[in-house]
């Protein structure tokens, strides 16, 4: 059956059947840094798609589940789905035709791409906002050519929306390693392999930085480093360590440090850790996670507390607040390269001190968002949290 005449039959039943679209995003969940679920091993296979639109040229992309989908047309209309979506478009929006062809997005509560992307695409508020575990009868009237969605949502949403016969191309974006060839994909997406390539070459320049100013360092030298996530959730104050295989975990090794808790967290999520597990750790630096508040006012708290002025961590002052503008620079977003280069400087202040961190900041939403100096003194500046 042609694409057409199929999104016509599945559009006039939805149109007849469902409530119109929601203009504005719906609450989700707080996602910081959802679990890593493994891909589904799947063999590679090829989906051909016939995408009757200009204009008339292939692509073949290859998602972070191995398929190969290969397209007659580049897509003009796209779809984000799915949980965790300020991840995607965060990595989309690094390319310059998303502006014109990221054509709907679902929201979430916190973490949601209206908070950034207008001042990235002016206008990013003429575009749709799904309501939050937006579905095919939600997705087929924006008669989209392609479907982004995370890995994780393989099962939750990917099966439900392959009845639209429409390409799903699958990302991860849930660690290092696994970015560059995220970002592969995307280039591959909008028949822009030249700025996947760019992109990628501004991530590995500051990791070769840092490995190049680490050389030498042995693993016996390396500060013993524990990343925690604070928060007082019904009046009390908790603790939690990132799953090993975590963006964040990688960061800090990464960055030159040992992780304490790696071990201790062979996956799942964040894990519950208490004060007595911390002191026995007893780590050389410690970098506090806040998502709903200025991680600043959290570690001010740990110093007041005996328990933690016992700690030689606090003695030496070595407590730190992991920065953030809008979103978190420990997510699997464009902005983990920030959080990477600020963890090594912090983390080796005499080997990274050339580093200047607020031209760093001016960097990379120029060179990634494009945005002018007046936009990110405005727009960013103002929102940063954290050691700085």
Known sequence: MKRGLFLFIVLAFVLSACAPLSPTPAAEAPTAVPPTAAPPTATPVVVEVVVEKEPAAGSMITDALGREL???????????????????????????????????????????????????????????????????????????????????????????????????????????????????????????????????????????RVDTALAGIDEAQKPRVLLIQYSEEGGEVAFEVPAANWLQTRQVELAGGAPVWKEAAPGGGWNTVNFEQIAQWNPDKVFVVTYQSDPLEAIAKLKEDPAWQALDVTKNNEIYGFPSDIFGWDSPDPRWILGVTWLAQKSYPDLLADVDMQEEIRTFFAEMYGMDAASIEQNILPTLKGDL
């Open 70 to 208: 290969k397209l007659e047309t580049l897509p003009q209309r796209i779809v984000v789905a799915g949980r965790g979506t300020y991840m995607v478009t965060g990595a989309l929006f690094t390319f310059p035709e998303a502006r014109e062809r990221v054509a709907a997005y679902e929201g979430g509560r916190f973490n949601d791409p209206t908070t950034f992307l207008p001042f990235v695409d002016p206008g990013f508020d003429q575009k749709i906002a799904l309501e939050r575990n937006a579905g095919p009868e939600q997705i087929a009237p924006v008669t989209p050519d392609a479907i982004v969605l995370k890995t994780t949502a393989v099962d939750e949403l990917g099966a439900s929306l392959e009845t639209l016969q429409i390409p799903i191309v699958y990302v991860e974006m849930e660690s290092v390693e696994q970015y560059f060839n995220d970002i592969t994909t995307l280039g591959q997406l909008f028949g822009n392999a030249e700025r996947a390539q760019a992109i990628i070459d501004f991530f590995q320049a500051r990791l070769d």
